[in-house]
């Protein structure tokens, strides 16, 4: 069972250029995110999806854009790289909320980036 | 903004202690959940306690929650080496509308020395 996948694992861009995280769950799960990891901090919510179509801003939407056209992905662009954006990625899944609790989340290993 | 809280930032202990770390947040949840995460990888999710509980327990793991100091402990008993890694605790807000949105505290990071 794969669980939640992530590609790549690593890549270095300069700073300018543009490029697409990819997000995989085999869950079935509605609800999709995307944080970024930076040292000594939690993790922060960029983007986040309810279910296939529709997507929506969290905490540091700034410099990011998402898509998700099919349930089972969820992607995450970069369309003008910049030094601030070097992170580590993380995609979660979700199943939706069930009767008054909101459910755990389901991690991939990440997607560290650097931006020279 | 950060959410939670954590405290320690760091403990180091010896192999069959327990270990204790605190979590502090600011506004009503719906749960609060804890995750460990092993260094270069995601995070796993450990443990769920729900608004209306106080305490729950999960194998080594003991969960305490606190709504009226708005804080919540995580205690490990008998600490193995395999439990070095970085623990955060997660609030999902009150309210129907969540979305299972998390925000995360910045984590303690624990190492276990055999």
């Known amino acids: 069972n794969a669980g939640v996948t992530q590609t790549p694992k690593f890549r270095v861009l300069k700073t300018g250029q543009s490029m697409t995280l990819l997000c995989a769950q085999d869950?079935?799960?509605?609800?999709m995110y995307w944080y970024r990891q930076d040292p000594g901090m939690g993790l922060r919510l960029i983007h986040y999806?309810?279910?296939?179509?529709?997507?929506a801003k969290g905490e540091v939407p700034d410099g990011y854009n998402v898509s998700r056209l099919k349930k089972q992905n969820f992607l995450l662009g970069l369309e003008s790289a910049a030094p601030s954006q070097t992170s580590v990625y993380f995609c979660?899944?979700?199943?939706?909320?069930?009767?008054?609790?909101?459910?755990?989340?389901?991690f991939g290993d990440g997607t560290r980036l650097s931006i020279l | 903004s950060q959410q939670g809280e954590e405290d320690p930032q760091a403990l180091s202990i010896q192999e069959g202690e327990n270990a204790t770390m605190n979590c502090s947040y600011k506004t009503s949840i719906n749960n609060l959940q804890w995750y460990r995460q092993n260094s270069g990888r995601g995070l796993v999710h450990l443990i769920l306690?729900?608004?209306?509980?106080r305490e729950k327990h999960s194998g080594r793991l003991r969960v305490t929650l606190d709504t009226s100091k708005k804080s919540s402990s995580l205690l490990i008993t008998a600490s193995r080496a395999a439990d070095t890694a970085s623990y955060f605790c997660?609030?999902?807000?009150?309210?129907?509308?969540?979305?299972?949105?998390?925000?995360f505290g910045q984590g303690t990071i624990l190492t276990v020395h055999p």
């Open positions: 979660a899944s979700s199943p939706a909320r069930q009767g008054l609790s909101n459910q755990p989340q389901h």
């Open positions: 306690i729900r608004s209306n509980e």
């Open positions: 997660a609030t999902s807000p009150a309210g129907g509308t969540s979305y299972g949105k998390l925000t």
């Open positions: 999806s309810v279910g296939e179509g529709t997507t």
């Open positions: 869950m079935n799960h509605e609800y």
